[in-house]
């Protein structure tokens, strides 16, 4: 079946006054990028990332106009190499997509091959970007802080940023696998949204900041996920038990990190960093597989929000004040 020359996107670009402006536009085939596989994308998703990208953000793409999106899901329509067929169903999150390279807010992408993999068995398409980045990103965190010898009998697991995409999956997968999890947002009324993932009890934002100064605190915490950084990956640092281990993978709060080497030298807390964006195969295929199997969370309810591609800007403009909860999943079947 022969490709369509023009297709769907969302394009976001620069006017002369420095401002930008997202569209929903017929775009050119010829416009994509050379790659080795041409995606028909099925499925894509929102993070914060790609908020940043369709906001003009020029630490995140540099030049517009351009269509965002870090996540794709959907059947590969062309392939000129003899990894893919024609037909397959594959995800493709991170890398370059939707930064500097056309993204997933579009019904066709074309990257090269090493930027995809194939759908897990048990996985639909959909699903897979219910989980999107900020669901890789979860089990990898998860993934590291297992591989370092957490085990569920040590104690309690904070989540900090617990109703955000990455934060919401972590509770959920951690909850599944047995772990006593601890939930820190700073919404007050999500409580019951977080415990019907599973969180044990829930902590406020000033809970997880400790603004005291001291360098170290009681230690409470066995393990920990950090999506936020700043002032409460320091904390979380600073309330880590002997040996605790801490998962950092998020900026939210704040790049900068202010802390002491004494949970190092004196509880031997282990500070864990979590790529996402170019993981090489191996572990980026078994992420997938845990998430397709026996990490496998319910993946309906208020968990997930759905949107077409026409619906997706309000809610681009509502993830960057903070307003979004768990995933959203962008049909680009609608």
Same mark, same amino acid.
């Given at each position: #079946? ?15 006054? =420095? ?11 010829? &416009?994509?990028?050379?790659? &080795?596989?041409?995606?028909?994308? =099925? ?19 540099? =030049? ?23 037909? *397959? ?13 056309? $993204? ?14 194939? !759908? ?22 998860? #993934? ?29 997968? !951690? ?11 700073? =919404?007050?009324? *999500? ?14 934002? *000033? ?35 002997? $040996? ?5 993978? $998020? ?16 509880? $031997?807390?282990?500070? !864990? ?7 090489? #195969? ?11 199997? &026996? ?14 591609? *026409?619906e997706l800007s309000p809610k681009i403009d509502l993830i960057l004040k903070g307003g979004i909860r768990g ?8």
């Amino acid at each position: #079946m022969p490709l369509p020359q023009s297709f769907k996107a969302m394009v976001v670009s620069e006017t002369a006054d =420095k401002t930008f402006v997202r569209e929903i536009k017929q775009r050119e085939l010829s &416009e994509l990028p050379a790659g &080795e596989l041409i995606v028909e994308v =099925k499925y894509s998703s929102l993070n914060y990332k790609d908020a940043l990208s369709a906001s003009g953000n020029k630490g995140v793409t540099r =030049k517009y106009p351009h269509t965002p999106g870090i996540d794709a899901a959907g059947v590969v329509a062309d392939s000129t190499t003899r990894a893919f067929a024609v037909g *397959e169903g594959v995800i493709v999150t991170g890398f370059d997509l939707g930064m500097n390279t056309s $993204g997933g807010y579009s019904r066709f992408i074309s990257i090269p091959s090493g930027w995809a993999v194939k !759908l897990p068995q048990g996985l639909s398409l959909r699903d897979s970007m219910a989980y999107g980045t900020a669901g890789f990103t979860a089990a990898l965190c998860v #993934m590291r802080l297992s591989a370092y010898g957490l085990t569920k009998d040590q104690g309690e697991v904070l989540v900090t940023g617990a109703t955000g995409g990455v934060g919401s999956i972590a509770v959920s997968i !951690l909850a599944k696998l047995g772990y006593e999890v601890v939930a820190a947002t700073g =919404k007050a009324d *999500e409580k019951d949204f977080l415990t019907r993932l599973g969180a044990k009890s829930i902590i406020s934002r *000033e809970e997880a900041n400790d603004t005291s100064g001291r360098p170290l605190q009681k230690g409470r915490w066995a393990g920990v996920v950090d999506t936020v950084g700043g002032n409460i990956l320091a904390t979380a640092l600073k309330t880590a038990k002997d $040996g605790g281990l801490v998962a950092a993978c $998020g900026n939210a709060m704040s790049a900068d990190l202010v802390t002491s080497v004494f949970p190092f030298i004196l509880r $031997g807390v282990s500070l !864990l960093g979590v790529n996402s964006v170019d993981v090489p #195969m191996r572990p980026r295929t078994m992420a997938w597989q845990k998430l397709a199997n &026996e990490w496998t969370i319910d993946l309906s309810g208020d968990l997930i929000t759905e949107c077409s591609l *026409e619906e997706l800007s309000p809610k681009i403009d509502l993830i960057l004040k903070g307003g979004i909860r768990g995933r959203v999943v962008v049909d680009l079947n609608a």
